[in-house]
């Protein structure tokens, strides 16, 4: 939540986010890896799923984590979903 409002996401954005890791969360892939990096990773797939515009560097800025990072996170998430 401190990170999408930092980033300045929408209410619509950051349940989907949520959804997004409950799902990690149960399918225990967010196991053992930071939990900025997942939770980075969780805004931007629901900000692009969702039509937003922001990239990968604002997310990175606002989170305090690389942008390498959200891309590997991005790329395990992927194929959870």
């Known amino acids: 939540s401190r990170i999408a409002s930092k980033a300045g996401l929408s209410e619509k954005t950051k349940r989907k986010a949520t959804k997004i ?23 931007y797939l629901a900000c692009i799923s969702s039509g937003g515009s922001k990239t990968q560097k604002e997310i990175s800025i606002a989170s305090g984590v690389t942008e390498v990072t959200i891309r590997n996170r991005c790329a395990g998430l992927r194929n959870l979903l």
């Open 21 to 43: 890791l409950q799902t990690a969360e149960e399918l225990k892939i967010s196991a053992g890896k930071d939990p900025m990096g997942i939770a980075a990773a969780a805004l």
